[in-house]
């Protein structure tokens, strides 16, 4: 056997141990890799968790400002249009309310339906959200795309008022409802709420 077979069988030993080797690295870094990514993957979910659910509470805040509006006649017109200009910053264009199977769609629609028509028949509004659960999460492949949904109970008490300038209290309102929410990522830790279902669970009022 001449040098230049020797020096090929080496080659040939040398590269299949490199080969070995990279394929044992290479499983070696997906192993490792696999908890990192989970971790990543974790992370992000619950920091779209943290903003859907902030998303949420602002969305009741401004229309418990809305409703209660008229208890500052002097600035009732201001705060229902800021109040207006809240809810449609946080919904997509083609958003969907489900009220207990009436739907309401699109932003116009849905903040001229809990800023305007509800504004004007109650007051003293405070609501509670409780118990949110994230039901899915879709992470998106790149950023500012995906989609959480999410659920929490909220608590409602309320005056009711008869429509028109006097506004007559009719009486108090206490109400449970099961809420879900879906958002969209619209850019990286911006999302937007793209559906709404309202689902009542109990109802305490005196309202004749």
Do not use: K, Y
């Not at 990286?188 to 669970?201: D, G, H, I, T």
């Amino acid at each position: 056997m001449n040098r230049t077979q020797r020096t090929r069988i080496f080659d040939r030993h040398v590269i299949t141990a490199l080969a070995v080797a990279m394929g044992g690295w290479a499983a070696a870094t997906t192993v490792r890799a696999e908890p990192v990514n989970e971790l990543f993957a974790r992370i992000g979910e619950q920091r779209a968790a943290f903003e859907s659910f902030q998303v949420g509470r602002r969305f009741f805040n401004c229309i418990a400002e809305a409703a209660n509006a008229n208890l500052a006649p002097a600035t009732e017109a201001a705060t229902l249009a800021e109040s207006s200009a809240c809810v449609r910053s946080l919904l997509t264009g083609d958003a969907v309310l489900d009220n207990d199977g009436l739907l309401i769609n699109g932003e116009e629609a849905i903040a001229g339906a809990v800023v305007g028509i509800l504004a004007n028949v109650r007051q003293n509004v405070t609501f509670t959200v409780e118990a949110p659960l994230v039901t899915s999460f879709d992470p998106g492949r790149v950023p500012g795309t995906g989609a959480i949904t999410v659920s929490f109970t909220v608590g409602t008490t309320q005056e009711i008022v008869a429509p028109g300038p006097f506004g007559t209290v009719m009486g108090g309102q206490v109400t449970v409802t099961r809420n879900q929410i879906t958002l969209r990522a619209t850019r990286p830790n911006q999302w937007l709420m793209q559906s709404l279902a309202v689902r009542s669970l109990n109802a305490e009022s005196g309202v004749p």
